[in-house]
């Protein structure tokens, strides 16, 4: 049984970079045809998708975010993670990851919640 | 800017059946979008119901099923069960982009 788990701060100062890292148990993240994805949801509204990476590193972004994110993979720690720099109180959300598999979103961890305030 | 539509709220009774549809502002949708389902409950993150438009999930309750209908991705939920009460959201690929609907909020009353 595959299990992703966010984890980071869950608090970050406007203008500072937003970093989350997605944990992955029950799978290899280096496993082929599996692309890793961000998703985040901002309180009380819908979904957003953000991004995601092959474990090769390829990656594909959200192009209204594109010029604020990285996201990058740590085989040796199967983990995945999120940059999100310049971030505003617009980016408080609820930040998930997920598996994206054969145009699949099965697996999602539980999601961590963001505030971005001073 | 691409725009997947979802009906913002909809209402069913105990035991009925209700279709939830999932359009695209760039025209009909079809197969090659993959359109995907999940369900939310409150406090609770997204599960995935159904994916490439009509497979289930291992854990996908036997009562959702997916389909196109008129150009749209549809959810049909049969025998509609208390505990369906959600929030549903529809997911497109476009090519390596995907684009959330704003999703459906399903009563069951």
């Known amino acids: 049984q595959v299990q992703l788990q966010e984890s980071g701060p869950g608090l970050v100062k406007p203008s500072q970079t937003l970093s989350l890292t997605c944990t992955v148990s029950?799978?290899?993240?280096?496993?082929?045809?599996?692309?890793w994805s961000w998703i985040r949801q901002h309180p009380g509204k819908g979904l957003e998708w953000i991004g995601y990476i092959y474990y090769s590193g390829s990656t594909y972004y959200n192009p209204s975010l594109k010029s604020r994110v990285t996201i990058s993979v740590d085989t040796s720690k199967n983990q995945f993670s999120l940059k999100l720099s310049s971030v505003t109180a617009a980016d408080t959300a609820v930040y998930y990851c997920?598996?994206?598999?054969?145009?699949?979103?099965?697996?999602w961890g539980q999601g961590t919640l963001v505030t971005v305030s001073s | 800017q691409t725009v997947v539509t979802q009906e913002p709220s909809l209402t069913v009774s105990p035991g009925g059946t209700v279709t939830l549809t999932c359009a695209s502002s760039t025209g009909a949708v079809t197969s090659g979008y993959y359109p995907n389902w999940f369900q939310q409950k409150p406090g609770q993150a997204p599960r995935a119901l159904i994916y490439?438009?009509?497979n289930k999930h291992s854990w996908t309750p036997a009562r959702f099923s997916g389909s196109l209908l008129g150009g749209k991705a549809a959810l049909t939920l049969s025998g509609v069960q208390p505990e369906d009460e959600a929030e549903y959201y529809c997911l497109l690929y476009y090519g390596g982009a995907v684009v959330f609907g704003g999703g459906t909020k399903l009563t069951v009353l």
């Open positions: 029950g799978g290899s993240i280096s496993s082929g045809g599996y692309y």
């Open positions: 490439s438009t009509s």
């Open positions: 997920a598996r994206n598999w054969v145009w699949s979103h099965d697996y």
